[in-house]
C-alpha cells in the first residue's frame, strides 16, 4: 500500500527529539507495550551484514533502577550535580545543560523504564563494518518512535565507563556491547523545539573535502555558485589564547605563501567592526597586490571576520571562527569568493571557457595556504 508521508510532522519528529530530562514524567506510568512498539520500529534500522545483533534491556525494578541510578552518580552523576552546584548562577554556557544532567542524575532512579539497547560483539577497532554502525541508527530510531509517541528519552553514556558493574547488575554476559542508556518517560507537554546549529552550506563539502558553495552548485561549477573554502583545527589551547592570535593580522604571514603582511589604518584607535586594512599579497602567476580589507564580522572570542574591496559586494569575505571546548579550541578558517570582483573574476573573463578550472585551482591553493596557516597558529601555541 502506497501511503502519503506526512512531510512536516517526520520533520517536525526528526528536528524537536531533545535530550529530555527535566521535563521527563516520572508519575505517570508507561505501558511496556509501547516501548516493544518503539522496539519494533527501531529494528527496522539497517543493520551490516543484515545481521539481526541488536538486544534491548528493558529495566523496571525497582531495586534494579536504583542500583543503575546509583552506578550512573558514581559514573559521571556526583560530577553533574557538583558542577551543577558549582556554575549555578554564573551564566557559563552550559549552565542550562548541567543543571538538566544533574537534575537526571539525581532522579534517575525515578524514571517508570531504563532501556538500555547492546549489541552482540566487543568492538575491538578492526575497522570491519558492524558494531556500532549497526546499533546507533537503530536506537536513535527508539528515541524518534517514543517522541513520536508522546514519550521523551535522552540519549546518555555516561554510565558506560561502569561497564563490567553495568554488566553485573543486568547479567549482561562480556561479549555484549552496551551502547548507551535511556531513562522512557511520558514527558510534561510536547511542544520541545528545534535548537541552533551550524547551517548545512558551512559543513557539507561538495566533490572535495572543505569546498563549500553558497549557491548551487551548478554543473559545472561557476562564480555564480559562491565557492568557498573552510579548514579547520583542534588546538589544545583555551579560546583567548586563540583569539589574541586569530585577531593579528600579520601572523598568517608567518605560514601563507601568497599574504605577505597587513597594515591597519593610521587612523584606528580600536579594533572592530568597519576597521580598515591593506593587505600585501604575492603569488607567482599572478605577482603582487594590495587590497582594501574591512572588518566586517567582530563578535569578541567567537568570530573574526574582514572582507576585500567594496563591502556592499566584496572580493571575497574571510573569516576565523573559534569554538570552545572544555579547555581547548576548534579554529576555523573559512572564505567565501566574491560577489564582487577579484583577481580571480579577471582570470575567468580573461578565459570564461575554464570558469570551472579555474575556480577549482584558485580553491586548491587557498586552502593550501589556509591550512598552512592553522597548522602554523596550532603548531605555535601548543608549543
Ligand atoms: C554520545 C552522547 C552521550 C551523551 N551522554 C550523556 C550523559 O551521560 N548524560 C546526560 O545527561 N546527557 C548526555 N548526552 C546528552 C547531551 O548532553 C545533550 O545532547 C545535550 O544536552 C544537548 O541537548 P539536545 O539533545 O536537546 O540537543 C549525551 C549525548 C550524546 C550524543
Redesign the pocket.
Known sequence: MFMDLDTPSVDYVLSTT??V?LRLDFDRNVDLQIVLDCIDIAEQAPTGGNMGSRRWVVVTDKAQKEKIAELYLKS?GNWMIKTRDKISGTSHPNEK?IES?AY?AENLAKSPVIVIPVIIGIHDNSGRPGLFDSVIQSAWSFCLALRARGLGS?????ILSEQDELKEILDIPSGITEIAMFPVAWTKGTDFSK?SRTPSREITFFDEYGLTFENGPSSPISFSDGPGVSVEVDIDCPVSKVWEIATDINFPAKFSNEFVSAEWDNDIKEVGLGSKFTGKNNNKNIGEWTVECTIDVYDQQRIFGWCTGDPSSPGARWRFELEAFGSSTRLCHKVLLGPGSSGLTRLIEQQPDKEDRIIYIRAASIKENMTNVVEGIKTYLES
Open positions: 531533545r535530550s530530562r559521571a545543560m544532567a537526571l535522552a540519549w546518555t553514556t555516561a535548537i
